[in-house]
């Protein structure tokens, strides 16, 4: 199949609604009771604001001619069906184009204007939520979740700090295999936070609090849930209010059903009883609440990583503690508070069955990356990796973005 490509043209903002989850790092490895000392705390530079894309502003003919065949050379080898890349240095120019189709029925070709499921970045989100309550003095970082959540295992020794930072020990539900079949079973249904967590408690801690660090969505549920207790609204309308309205991120929301807005891709994935190719599109995205969620575009997370990065949103010494990242058993790899730092890029990845995502930025350079995948179907590697590497190789090779392959969907879903 030839890989069309198609370059940035505006679209009005369109009320965003609508889906996705999951995960990001692979390899939990074994690290330190707390950030050692040296550990990156990253001080970024204010990003210029958000504007629409100068058509005059293009990178070099050379870079774009490089990084087209790059990204296509990646799509065939993967079987990537479709993928959207936007890339913006200051002082050098910006590349946005899309390759491939939206939909294989028809051939329709994908789009940079158009919405897609996110995954495992709404966690930047929810924590930048939670992050927020704290600087307002109506939540502490090292509180226990208990004070907010009742029902937690050994609630009063799990602190907040330590669900955002992937620490607490308490175990992933979507690891779960009950939890598994009953999303393959009936990927349609709606799932409450509450049985969500459910899922996650029925099994003992996987170790003590800040004993290591591994990933578990059942954290960032338990925050969105705190956000809920705290500001007494539901976490999509307070992330309206608090996060996505402030940086006129108008295509951005927290969908509290199935509906995605248009224009958007078909997402294809193996997630299915039997492992064949199926489309994603309008399964409920419940399953991944505040973990993986949110729907949004590439102009949007353009403006969401300047702002995620250099901490506008947040007071000073709280975002340096979002920064602290530290290792998680994978070179050149750390996290935060809801946030990854892989080989100097800030951001995080998400996957979820249709769509894989990176949305990270280089502190104090203004150099921003989103990518977006219409597919999870992994061949010797996450999607989204792959396309960010080949970029990351080119355009900023002291940088590049490279991590493990991801678990599959609740650990697996193969």
Not at 180 to 199: C, E
Not at 206 to 214: L, V
Not at 240 to 245: N, Q, T
Not at 393 to 409: D, G, K, Y
Request: hydrophobic share 40%; with cysteine; aromatic share 6%.
């Amino acid at each position: 199949m030839p890989f069309t490509r198609t370059t940035f043209t505006a679209r009005r903002a369109l009320p965003a609604c609508a889906a996705a989850l999951l995960l990001v790092l692979a390899g939990a490895g074994t690290t330190p009771a707390a950030p050692p000392p040296g550990t990156a705390t990253v001080a970024a530079a204010p990003v210029p604001d958000r504007a629409e894309p100068d058509p005059q502003a293009a990178l070099d003919a050379g870079t774009v001619a490089r990084l087209d065949a790059a990204i296509t050379a990646v799509m065939k080898e993967a079987g990537i069906p479709g993928v959207s890349v936007g890339l913006w240095i200051p002082g050098r120019g910006a590349y946005v184009s899309s390759f491939g189709v939206a939909d294989r029925r028809d051939g329709a070709p994908l789009k940079p204007d158009m919405y897609s499921r996110i995954g495992s970045v709404t966690k930047t989100f929810t924590v930048t939520a939670v992050l927020q309550l704290v600087d307002r003095g109506l939540v502490g970082l090292d509180d226990p979740i208990a004070k907010y959540v009742d029902g937690v295992p050994g609630g009063e020794h799990v602190t907040v700090r330590q669900l955002a930072a992937m620490r607490s020990g308490l175990p992933d539900y979507t690891s779960d295999p009950k939890f598994l079949d009953a999303l393959r079973a009936d990927p349609h249904r709606a799932f409450t936070p509450r049985q969500l967590l459910g899922y996650a408690f029925a099994h003992p801690p996987d170790f003590a609090p800040n004993a290591r660090w591994e990933y578990s969505n059942t954290n960032t549920v338990l925050l969105g849930l705190l956000v809920e207790k705290v500001s007494g609204q539901s976490l999509a309308a307070h992330l309206r209010e608090r996060v996505f309205a402030p940086l006129g991120l108008d295509s951005t929301s927290l969908p509290t059903g199935s509906a995605f807005p248009d224009p958007h891709p078909q997402g294809y994935t193996t997630f299915s009883p039997d492992g064949s190719v199926v489309t994603a599109t309008d399964w409920n995205p419940s399953w991944a609440w505040a973990a993986g969620a949110v729907v949004s575009d590439l102009e949007d997370l353009r403006a969401w990583v300047p702002a995620l990065v250099d901490g506008r949103l947040l007071e000073p010494a709280t975002q340096a503690e979002r920064l602290r990242t530290a290792p998680v058993g994978v070179p050149g790899v750390g996290y935060g508070l809801g946030i990854a730092r892989v080989d100097g890029w800030l951001g995080h990845n998400g996957e979820l069955p249709g769509y894989e995502t990176i949305a990270a930025g280089l502190p104090g350079s203004g150099v921003t990356l989103v990518v977006l995948v219409n597919s999870d179907i992994d061949r010797g590697g996450s999607l989204s990796t792959l396309v960010g590497r080949a970029v990351t190789r080119i355009a900023t090779p002291e940088h590049v973005w490279n991590l493990p392959s991801p678990s599959q969907v609740g650990g697996d879903r193969r």
